[in-house]
């Protein structure tokens, strides 16, 4: 909110830009993630759920992570690597 307004204005582009990758990356991509860890850890003890954390933390964020912002970076507009790879680091 900057000083010159006191009136909230939305970002309609960032708010479908946020929409589509979670729609169609995020969604699909944690729930199939999720489904496995729980597949490959089931159950609720705290050894398991922190086992779970563990691999999500370890595997899943430093993949993930880069993978959204790359694609968001995309949906900005931006699309070479001397654009985005900065961005990433």
């Known amino acids: 909110l900057s000083s010159s307004s006191s009136f ?8 479908g830009r946020f929409g589509i990758l979670g729609f169609a990356l995020v969604a699909p ?15 609720t003890s705290i050894t398991t759920t922190l086992k779970r954390t563990f691999v999500d933390q370890a595997v899943f964020a430093p993949i993930f992570l880069p993978t959204f912002m790359t694609n968001l970076m995309l949906l900005e507009g931006k ?3 001397e654009e ?4 990433l680091k």
């Open 29 to 43: 991509v944690v729930h199939l993630w999720y489904g496995a860890l729980m597949t490959r850890f089931p159950g």
């Open 79 to 81: 699309r070479t690597t």
């Open 8 to 15: 909230f204005r939305p970002d309609w582009y960032r708010t």
């Open 84 to 87: 985005i790879i900065p961005e």
